[in-house]
């Protein structure tokens, strides 16, 4: 006797098992989080890089033109404590300012650099040519 398949062995060849949609959605969720990880650690390594900003000449130049206008020869050096309340920030910075007369019309050259404490070089610097008119000859008047 031929038998007819009933409408729920048609049904159970067609659809997938209750362990078959666990299984995967078990291995979606596993790829979603391991994303998700990964972004909010790229997202926590942009920060901190956005946070931290190395320190510059033009920082030096900025306090330097801003406390005074007379230049006076020679080098002046120091840490980036002194120049302004930056805490631990630039811990491993210090900072030179060389001035040297340029021309005889009162022409100064002022060389600025900042130096990395661990290893010694130079991390910036900035030449800028002052003009002190009160100054002939290397000589303040």
Do not use: C
Not at 81 to 89: E, G, H, S, T, V
Not at 108 to 127: F, L
């Amino acid at each position: 006797m031929k038998r007819h398949p009933s409408a729920f062995d048609r049904r159970a060849h067609r659809a997938f098992s209750l362990i078959e949609v666990m299984v995967a959605l078990a291995i979606f969720f596993m790829a979603v989080f391991a994303i998700l990880g990964l972004i909010s650690q790229l997202l926590k390594n942009a920060r901190a890089f956005q946070n931290k900003k190395g320190a510059d000449a033009g920082m030096v130049h900025a306090y330097w033109s801003s406390i005074t206008n007379r230049v006076t020869e020679g080098l002046e050096s120091g840490e980036f404590n002194a120049l302004a309340n930056f805490k631990d920030q630039y811990r491993d910075y210090s900072w030179e300012k060389d001035t040297t007369f340029y021309a005889t019309n009162g022409l100064w050259q002022v060389d600025y650099r900042v130096i990395n404490k661990r290893n010694g070089q130079v991390e910036s610097s900035v030449r800028t040519f002052f003009y002190d008119p009160n100054t002939q000859s290397g000589v303040p008047q």
